[in-house]
């Protein structure tokens, strides 16, 4: 994969400058997450969804030019019909440039948005069309040598108030989970 620099649009970034994502990739390669789904992130994705009442949530590893979801939780049925009357279901991939996570892994910090319409920097984003995505919570993975891996995620199609509690969710489960994952390199995760 090659790297493609961050597309200015009207003078705002809409996808910051990703410099440790060749490390990064080649950090989740070694830990044997880079880019297949895994039945146990799923199962936490599917958990982070319960937890949240949203109707989606994933663990998802950001490479350098797309994002793999290693733990997704979606709607069976996709919200947003297109012009030609198919959904449009939330696959496993997605371009960088889409979505909310790759923001919260270069700034090291979650990120709550309680409705993305009200963000300039986030309302055009591609999923919000796409994905009728409206709010959206996550918090990085990062992990014991101070790499931020990807995302703890949940995003709702409505607007919603995600709270303090939900920002402390989230974080306590995107720390739990790094240590797992840590701990669980080269033997399968074990949640």
């Not at 620099?5 to 400058?17: D, K, N």
């Not at 997704?72 to 959904?87: K, Q």
């Not at 979505?99 to 055009?124: I, N, Q, S, T």
Request: charged share 25%; hydrophobic share 45%.
């Amino acid at each position: 994969m090659s790297y493609e620099p961050p597309r200015p649009v009207r003078g705002l970034l809409l996808t910051p400058e990703d410099k440790e994502a060749p490390a990064r990739v080649d950090r989740l390669r070694r830990l044997g997450l880079a880019d297949r789904p895994d039945p146990a992130l799923d199962a936490f994705a599917d958990h982070l969804a319960q937890l949240t009442g949203a109707p989606y949530a994933m663990v998802n590893f950001i490479g350098e030019a797309q994002q793999f979801f290693a733990g997704l939780s979606a709607p069976a049925i996709a919200p947003v019909v297109r012009e030609d009357g198919s959904r449009a279901a939330l696959g496993r991939v997605l371009p960088r440039d889409h979505g909310f996570c790759p923001h919260v892994v270069v700034r090291r910090k979650a990120l709550v948005l309680e409705d993305v319409r009200d963000y300039p920097r986030f309302a055009g984003n591609p999923v919000v069309d796409d994905y009728a995505i409206r709010s959206y919570l996550g918090a990085p993975l990062i992990d014991s040598s101070g790499m931020a891996l990807g995302t703890v995620c949940a995003a709702d199609t409505a607007p919603r108030v995600w709270g303090r509690s939900g920002l402390d969710t989230i974080k306590a489960l995107a720390a739990d989970l790094v240590v797992r994952l840590e701990h669980g390199a080269g033997d399968g995760l074990s949640l």
